[in-house]
């Protein structure tokens, strides 16, 4: 008997913030190769700003620090453009967590539904959390997306029943400023009240 059923139907927004996910957490070391090249380009280009390919250093160096995700743009948007061209929209699953594992339905309710085997709680590499979702990845190469607003109020209980179960945390997107006072205050609202 599932303890938690979820059905999600993507939308342009969903599989680009499932790529951007994705990337956060399995393209750890490119993030860090990333940022390092694009302040030692941006400091060559400063010290050397009177000429022009100074100029052009500092210009790329900003380039290559404010499109973390041009990767995982270009993937995502493929996917769409694909997912368009075929004519058969967005595509939207089922996911039922049970306590021995998540069973997922493609296409629930349609004729051409697809039941996959259950994927066990030990086959999920990494979590992952943003402002709308949870995410779930079995594999660097695809993940599920659960929407938080269809837990309603069961979503505290989704979160440490997930937890308990793969023996990992939900890692929360690379914050923002904004994002990390939310954070803040939601680590807050988490802990236990003192007298």
């Not at 995700?69 to 996911?95: C, D, M, Q, V």
């Not at 049970?98 to 590499?125: C, N, Q, R, S, W």
């Not at 990390?180 to 003192?194: G, M, Q, S």
């Amino acid at each position: 008997m599932a303890k938690y059923e979820v059905t999600m139907t993507h939308t342009e927004e969903s599989l680009v913030a499932l790529s951007h996910m994705q990337y956060d957490l399995f393209c750890t070391r490119n993030y860090i190769a990333r940022t390092v090249l694009s302040v030692v380009v941006v400091v060559v280009g400063a010290v050397h700003f009177t000429r022009f390919w100074g100029i052009a250093l500092v210009a790329y160096g900003a380039y290559l620090m404010t499109s973390t995700y041009s990767a995982s743009n270009h993937t995502a948007k493929k996917l769409i453009e694909t997912l368009k061209a075929s004519g058969e929209g967005f595509p939207s699953s089922r996911y039922s967590f049970t306590e021995k594992g998540i069973e997922i339905t493609f296409h629930p309710g349609k004729a051409d539904e697809e039941k996959m085997p259950p994927v066990g709680y030990g086959d999920i590499l990494k979590l992952g959390e943003d402002m709308n979702c949870y995410y779930l990845f079995p594999s660097s190469t695809g993940g599920y997306c659960i929407p938080k607003k269809k837990l309603g109020d069961k979503e505290k209980d989704f979160v440490r029943f997930v937890e308990w179960k793969t023996g990992k945390k939900f890692y929360w997107k690379r914050p923002s400023p904004l994002q990390r006072v939310r954070d803040w205050l939601r680590a807050r609202e988490r802990e236990p009240e003192h007298l």
